[in-house]
């Protein structure tokens, strides 16, 4: 049985372009051009690979991005898993297809879309061995997702989004009906949370389905055997996850029956076993941990999972690998003890476990082999990511996705002894081949404080030593996460270099990937601590680099780096300009509106009511008489996470002390600006500010 998890999607290295040589006769090379939004936007996005569990085909979607949101084109795509041929397309519908699942004996592929006159996606059905279109499997009204095979390949497990004590699909519309037919609109909750990232949450809660793949059936839920009280709770957040049981009999998953203590402590998540037989029953669980993405061996020997510590009142755990005897859930083993990093993603097959680690900057690849509980570096590249890594059952083949700092994720084939990868997709090589996109380099110093500090450094397009680049600070969101060898699209390091900037892109304490007391040390000093990280890493650049020009510096950051840049904004001034997105001006406040607050409670040591001393010293409206620098603040009106209020009492704040500033409401957006146009638009309101105060 193989089952893979998808923690982040993040990684990179450096991309080096090799240039065909021209007849001697015209002697001359393609120039290559700085990047442009159009041509970042519109290279395709690959997806997280899916290999046959006979270890010969990888499938993955491919996005094809347009402006116009009617013209973007979402399908899938298969490849040889040896490089063979090249990739093909295996759909060719308007309506993009997702959740991407192999049968058991690779000739099948269940998929999530919504085609023809279905009201909600459902799970496709495409027979690769005996091609043909694909088959609509389920009829459900409230949708599905996430399908998964059972090991037999008879049934199909799949979840769907249900209203509380209706057990049939027939009840289900009637309550959906009878909503419809209400005369008033309103929202009514008696619990928190009340609203989740870009949405306000509804009653309805994550249900797990089997239906039979052979003949038409509804599906059957598996917890209608619930009580209401646990039903209504049972699983809490946006990505449940569940499988199979080896006998195809019974599924394994984690959920949460204490979901409505969020506003005052950790929610824990549990593993359940259900059957379709069977009422749900708590297999693993307590106060102090959760537990999730639950699978178990093929030889039904031992079950997987990821342990976190809950309730400890750390602002941040490292979540651990534990293995442990199945059914007797004895002998409990945490694996690969000897890495102290975060697991991105991992994958189970025959012979071992692929796991995918953040690292420093980068994202790894090791193998843990059955019977061993140490981890063995299998990825090759120093200077990218690897991640969603994806095994055959006999662990003779491994397949990632493969990302730098230069060059958007594709699929590869990871080869025996650390030797380079084999790509097995090329989507944007022709596009990569005619930008100049600078290089990236990595930056450590020492703290004042005795700390390692990594960054990394970012040249423009043309770069020459011998010129002087202003330094753009970029501060990075979470604040666990970190800046990476990778490519993206809300901050691509490159577009933001390219009229000219150096860019200095540092892992202050807090972030991920340097162990987990690094990240642990932010608590009680959210803004200081970092803020002066982040600045002893600029004065030291711009002493090592003599093609900084130390005297024309900008900072800007989106989230936590929001946060960050207003604090920036409270408490120096030797920045010709900030630019801020989605940041807190007021921690009190954003504990109050947030969709999450106990986190925060925690990072500030109580509630805003008691002030304590991190709510009195590092809250940056408490210090807005010093606002000065020139500004500009964006947000999307539908950010939950770091809701509106905040940037609007930070825009009063700037008005009132008459600082030159600018905000921007993105009021289709949450706390991300993702749509093509408006994205565009950002890009060049952030390009015209510091063209303003550097140049």
Request: hydrophobic share 35%; aromatic share 12%.
């Amino acid at each position: 049985m193989r089952t893979n998890f998808h923690f982040t999607k993040t990684g990179m290295r450096t991309f080096t372009f090799l240039i065909c040589m021209l007849p001697v006769v015209c002697a001359s090379a393609q120039i290559k051009q700085p990047i442009t939004h159009e041509s970042l936007w519109l290279l395709k996005r690959v997806g997280t690979p899916a290999l046959s569990p006979d270890g010969k085909w990888v499938v993955c979607s491919v996005q094809e991005p347009a402006y116009d949101e009617k013209d973007v084109v979402n399908d899938l795509w298969l490849v040889p898993a040896d490089g063979s041929k090249p990739p093909r397309r295996i759909t060719g519908n308007r309506q993009s297809e997702s959740g991407y699942s192999w049968s058991p004996d690779s000739k099948q592929l269940a998929f999530i879309a919504k085609r023809d006159n279905d009201s909600a996606a459902q799970v496709y059905v495409l027979n690769l061995a005996e091609g043909g279109e694909a088959q609509r499997l389920t009829n459900i009204s409230t949708g599905a997702s996430n399908p998964k095979w059972s090991p037999d390949g008879n049934n199909m497990l799949f979840s769907s989004n249900v209203y509380p004590g209706a057990n049939t699909d027939s009840a289900n519309k009637k309550v959906a009906a009878d909503l419809k037919k209400q005369k008033y609109k309103a929202r009514v909750y008696t619990g928190f949370p009340v609203r989740y990232w870009d949405h306000w949450l509804d009653e309805k809660r994550t249900h797990w389905f089997i239906q039979p793949v052979a003949q038409a059936a509804d599906g059957t839920d598996l917890f209608a055997a619930l009580d209401s009280i646990t039903q209504t709770a049972i699983q809490f957040g946006e990505n449940p996850d569940a499988n199979w049981l080896p006998d195809s009999k019974s599924v394994i998953f984690s959920a949460t029956d204490n979901a409505g203590t969020a506003a005052w402590r950790d929610v824990t998540l549990a593993l359940y076993i259900a059957s379709v037989d069977g009422k749900p029953g708590i297999i693993i669980g307590d106060s102090s941990h959760s537990y999730n993405n639950p699978v178990i061996s093929e030889d039904g020997k031992y079950l997987y999972c990821i342990e976190n510590a809950e309730n400890n009142y750390k602002v941040y755990n490292i979540g651990k690998l534990v293995r442990y005897n199945w059914p007797s859930l004895k002998n409990k083993t945490y694996l690969c003890k000897n890495i102290d990093r975060p697991i991105n993603d991992f994958e189970l097959s025959g012979q071992g476990v692929v796991i995918s680690f953040e690292n420093e900057g980068r994202d790894k690849l090791y193998f843990i082999s059955n019977g061993s509980t140490e981890a063995k570096q299998i990825s090759a590249e120093a200077t990218g990511c690897y991640t969603s890594p994806s095994i055959s059952g006999d662990g003779s083949v491994i397949v990632a996705n493969f990302q730098t700092a230069s060059q958007p994720p594709e699929i590869v084939l990871i080869q025996s002894n650390q030797q380079a990868h084999k790509a097995l997709t090329s989507f944007n090589t022709e596009a990569l081949t005619k930008l100049d996109l600078g290089t990236t380099e990595d930056f450590w110093i020492t703290s004042s404080k005795g700390k390692k500090i990594h960054s990394l450094i970012i040249k423009p397009a043309g770069f020459d030593a011998a010129k002087k680049y202003p330094l753009f600070v970029v501060m990075h969101g979470g604040p666990a996460g970190e800046w990476k060898y990778n490519w993206g699209y809300r901050w691509n390091y490159h577009l933001l270099a390219a009229p000219g900037y150096v860019l200095l892109l540092t892992n202050y304490t807090g972030s991920t990937g340097f162990g987990e007391k690094f990240s642990q040390d932010i608590q009680f000093d959210p803004f200081k601590g970092p803020a002066n990280e982040i600045q002893e890493a600029a004065t030291a650049a711009i002493k090592q680099f003599a093609f900084i020009d130390g005297s024309k510096q900008a900072a800007g950051g989106a989230s936590y780096g929001g946060h960050l840049a207003n604090w920036m904004e409270a408490t120096t001034s030797h920045y010709k300009c900030i630019i801020c997105h989605a940041g807190l001006v007021n921690s009190e406040a954003q504990w109050g509106t947030s969709d999450g607050i106990y986190s925060r409670e925690v990072m500030n040591g109580g509630t805003p009511w008691q002030l304590t001393k991190t709510f009195k010293e590092q809250n940056p409206i408490r210090f807005a008489a010093n606002f000065r620098t020139p500004i500009l603040v964006t947000v999307g009106e539908q950010d939950f996470r770091v809701p509106l209020n905040n940037s609007l009492e930070n825009w009063s704040a700037l008005q009132r002390m008459k600082v030159p500033s600018k905000l921007i409401v993105f009021p289709e957006e949450n706390h991300w600006i993702s749509k093509a146009e408006n994205s565009r638009f950002f890009y060049q309101q952030v390009h015209e500010w510091l063209a303003k105060y550097l140049q």
